[in-house]
């Protein structure tokens, strides 16, 4: 069927034409790409907020001075600052790449950052991350590092994603879980609980995996959103029928995130008070060597986690060049730049570009117009919190899985017949999900491929960026030991 809007002021804008996509598959790919990463509006409260008030669930992340963040107004800010930045990516970088806060940074500002300082001067550390990363992408160090790194690492960082992925998928749903430190066992993981599935959560995941997968191997249109939407139903019947009732923390049987039921309420009004609660107090909180020494640590995480994404996700919508970089980079790389001083400056955590964005690429968008659609449904997200949370992580889980065997198919642009190419990239592969890190897989494939290139006399055909990255990735594979002699 003819796309009816070609030649029109928005198929120019987002060059859907050009793409090979029509606004329906745009709008599908926007709508996949926010069901499946949707989860961050309430994952983030849980990570950095504080949920006081139930005693079944009392997470709490006090500051160096017994502050919190509540929990309700972190979820406002995450879902906006997540819109309005993903909105921005697509009409200044018009790819399909939506961004929210980024996991690991957020619980490494919550973990470690937070219990030496105030909120506030922790969130001024995202921020001034976020400056430090804009002034590389100005300078254009970023786009010059993007495009050092060599064909097959990036293939191997696209093939790595994939992996990370569908294990994100695969533990949110419960089908892999961690196991408890006993002395009979090492294993670290295991299948469901007690090697069995032994949920009806995790019950309603394998058959939202298997139907997901019929629809894609029948090339359906929509199968993916078909199959998020389908699952929940399946879902929402199933609890209806069993109470399996909510995690929490002490019901290993129940719904993770998310709770598949018709709410009470529809709407709610935002708080939006924590928008500007940031400072740089950091600087006389804390030994100036030790703020140094955490924001290098953030801007490495947030330089490679976005490099590696987007680096992921181009290639698996086609819009890498015969010369293996991404069109436009510098602007894409800008935008996610701000979105760390956007979630400093909010109290939300650095922005960065989310690797669930291929779950919508693989509906078939292709331009920023998909963008649009994910940040409206974020922005709206402030308003329906709880019409969202009726779609269990488990019925977004299977996207992610059938995403992560799309993005396998990178592997085969991989020369393992090399072996200082086939080492690098095979720790680049196992790196990311084993530690659930983009960062650290890159971090292991680029120290370990200038080793190898040069241990073997091909140091010349290494670009000098790539010997500066990989010592920067040395220090901080080692900032444990570095802090503490410095200290």
Sequence with gaps: MANR????????????????????????????????????????????????ADPNNPTTHDDAFGNILPAG????????VAGVMTILFGLVANYPFALATGLGINAFVAVTIVPQMSWPAAMGLVLLNGVVVLVLVVTGVRTMVFNA????????????????????GLVDAGFVRRLPDVANTTVPVGLGINGSIASWPTFVFVVGLILTGILVAKRVK????????ATTVLAIIVEAIVDAGKYEGVNPTGWNLGYPALPDDVVGAPNLSLLGDVNLDAWVQVPVITAVLLVFTLVLTDFFDTIGTMTGLGKEAGLVGEDGKLPGVGKALFVDGLGAVAGGAASSSSNTVYIESAAGIAEGARTGLANVVTGLLFIAAMFFTPLYQAVPVE??????????V????????????DFTIALPAFLTIVVMPFTYSIANGIGAGFISYVLLRTATGRARGIHPLMWVVAALFAVYFAIGPIQAALG
Aim: proline share 5%; no cysteine.
């Design 73 to 80: 107004q972190v979820a406002a800010v995450t879902a906006l």
């Design 222 to 229: 929509a199968a993916i959103l078909i199959g998020v939407l």
């Design 406 to 417: 799309l993005m396998m198919a990178q592997i085969r642009e991989i020369d393992f017949t």
């Design 5 to 52: 809007t070609a030649g029109s002021a928005l198929d120019r804008f987002f060059k859907i034409t050009e793409r090979g996509s029509t606004p329906a598959r745009e709008i599908r790919g926007g709508l996949v790409t926010f069901v499946t990463m949707a989860y961050i509006v309430v994952l983030n409260p849980l990570i950095i907020g504080s949920f006081t």
């Design 395 to 404: 019925a977004a889980a299977p996207a992610l899985v059938v995403v992560g």
């Design 149 to 168: 790194v060599p064909p097959s690492l990036k293939a191997a960082i696209a093939v790595g994603i994939g992996l990370f992925i569908t294990l994100i």
